[in-house]
């Protein structure tokens, strides 16, 4: 997930949204691939990459100019016959940007927002990276809702991981929680930890972000230390959970007791960093 922290391998090419000819120049060049995602926004992939095909030429009101990464300009639909779940998937820095991009925009329009001035219908604009109303012109943009992940070790080193009663199977992750308005990161990183498990903690350090599209969520990754009492967990948020030590985990993992966040997210990587310093 590093690669959140440095410049994006994707040009949007936002100097060339808003401008029909230019569009039109796009479409219709060689190195133009479309992306085609499935009715649920699922992938095409193969080996682990996102599979495209040549764009034909035509641009149509839904599709989405992604933008150009290695050479090739990148476009989406959403008239695709399947694929795999975004959050299934192990995809390389360059394709995992790609598809976040194209899962937040489609589920963004998707959405069909009214017009925030005058109620009105509004339509796709800007090579689908805003949308604009049809009946007074104004111009939306996505919005995106922040939110806290945290892992939280006790004063053994020990792990929390907690299973939510609207996961499926036995999937286990870290914390998390939306930012509230008026409270900041860090105020609601404590905020949520006493709500869901009536844990106090210290020594609070800044990670990282990363964009989540389910639907428009900009994760904010932090580590920290309980005050070492047990979890009382919040029954109605949490069905169970614990503090595990890395041998825990590890076999549990193996017995197939637990299993863990997808690669792609930041969930992953959290845990991932908390497995890989005792090793």
């Known amino acids: ?7 994006a391998i994707l040009d949007r090419l936002e100097e060339v949204r808003g401008r029909a000819r230019e569009l039109d ?10 992306l085609r995602l499935g009715p649920g926004l699922e992938f095409p992939v193969e080996d682990g990459h996102l599979v495209t095909e040549p764009f034909d030429g035509t641009m149509l009101p839904g599709d989405l100019l992604l933008g150009r990464m290695d050479g090739t300009i990148w476009w989406a639909r959403d008239d695709g016959v399947g694929g795999a779940d975004l ?4 995809l390389s820095p360059g394709h995992t940007q790609v598809a976040m991009m194209a899962t937040a925009l ?3 329009h998707r959405s069909r927002p009214a017009c925030l001035t005058c109620g009105g219908a ?16 104004h111009q939306l943009f996505p919005r995106t809702d922040p939110a806290i992940i945290l892992a939280i070790t006790d004063p053994q080193d020990r792990l929390l991981l907690t299973h939510s009663r609207h ?10 929680g939306f930012i509230e308005a008026g409270e900041s990161a860090e105020q609601a990183c404590h905020r949520e ?12 350090r800044f990670v990282g972000t990363q964009p989540w599209p389910f639907p428009r969520s900009l994760m904010l990754g932090f580590e920290a230390r309980s005050d070492g009492t047990e979890p009382q967990l919040d029954e109605e948020e949490l069905a169970w959970g614990s503090f595990h030590s890395r041998d825990e985990l590890n076999r549990a993992l193996e017995r197939k007791e637990v299993t863990l966040p997808g690669h792609i997210s930041l969930a992953r990587q959290l845990i991932e960093d908390w497995r890989g310093r005792g090793r």
Not at 26 to 34: F, I, P, Y
Not at 87 to 90: A, P, W
């Open 193 to 204: 930890v006493r709500e869901e498990t009536g844990l106090s903690i210290r020594d609070l």
């Open 87 to 90: 959050r299934s998937l192990d």
């Open 167 to 176: 996961w499926p199977g036995n999937r286990v992750s870290v914390q998390a």
């Open 106 to 108: 489609f589920e963004w």
């Open 25 to 34: 120049v796009l479409a219709r060049d060689l190195t133009s691939r479309c």
């Open 122 to 137: 509004t339509a796709p604009d800007r090579a689908g990276t805003a949308r604009r109303c049809l009946e007074c012109g």
């Open 1 to 7: 997930m590093n690669h959140w922290n440095a410049p």
